[in-house]
């Protein structure tokens, strides 16, 4: 007898109901954060120092010694960001040989963030769907932008001088 597939359908809020011709029916409350409040249950659990301001963005420790990385909830997203620095000004090769190097490691090292420009600041930016949002997605996005601050800044500062 080989293998037979099943079927899985998730129902927000009820009970296990009984398998129905074959296929399993399984109904299950969501586990994925809704509030701010669920947010802050996912940061303690992966054991990150945080403070939450007023307008309810939180600042959220990376890494030593390096600027803290903004979270906002924005229904339907949660938004983080990290300010990197200024653009170099009217300095046409320095912002071309940055720029390449921002589009490089986007590809190359970053999976769940991206370095982007915020006017004149460099920024790194990630937004998740908090609806679809788990403890596994936060943590990578979080580990991305500690390793882009602990790899990637130092170079780029020195590409953007003084």
């Given at each position: 007898?080989?293998?037979?597939?099943?079927?899985?359908?998730?129902?927000?809020?009820?009970?296990?109901?009984?398998?129905?011709?074959?296929?399993?029916?399984?109904?299950?409350?969501?586990?994925?954060?809704?509030?701010?409040?669920?947010?802050?249950?996912?940061?303690?659990?992966?054991?990150?120092?945080?403070?939450?301001?007023?307008?309810?963005?939180?600042?959220?420790?990376?890494?030593?010694?390096?600027?803290?990385?903004?979270?906002?909830?924005?229904?339907?997203?949660?938004?983080?960001?990290?300010?990197?620095?200024?653009?170099?000004?009217?300095?046409?090769?320095?912002?071309?040989?940055?720029?390449?190097r921002l589009l490089e490691l986007n590809v190359q090292d970053l999976m769940h963030a991206a370095y982007g420009l915020a006017g004149d600041r460099i920024t790194l930016t990630s937004a998740l769907e908090i609806d679809n949002l788990d403890?596994?997605?936060?943590?990578?996005?979080?580990?991305?932008?500690?390793?882009?601050?602990?790899?990637?800044?130092?170079?780029?500062?020195?590409?953007?001088?003084?």
């Open positions: 007898m080989g293998w037979r597939a099943a079927r899985f359908s998730v129902v927000r809020g009820q009970k296990l109901r009984a398998a129905d011709a074959g296929h399993i029916v399984v109904a299950c409350r969501a586990m994925a954060p809704r509030t701010s409040e669920d947010l802050e249950g996912y940061l303690g659990k992966l054991e990150r120092r945080f403070e939450k301001l007023d307008d309810g963005t939180y600042l959220i420790a990376v890494a030593p010694r390096q600027p803290p990385l903004a979270m906002r909830v924005v229904p339907p997203l949660v938004v983080m960001q990290l300010d990197i620095g200024r653009v170099p000004e009217q300095d046409p090769a320095r912002c071309s040989a940055l720029y390449k403890l596994n997605e936060l943590e990578a996005v979080l580990a991305d932008m500690s390793l882009a601050l602990s790899e990637h800044v130092p170079a780029l500062k020195q590409l953007v001088g003084p």
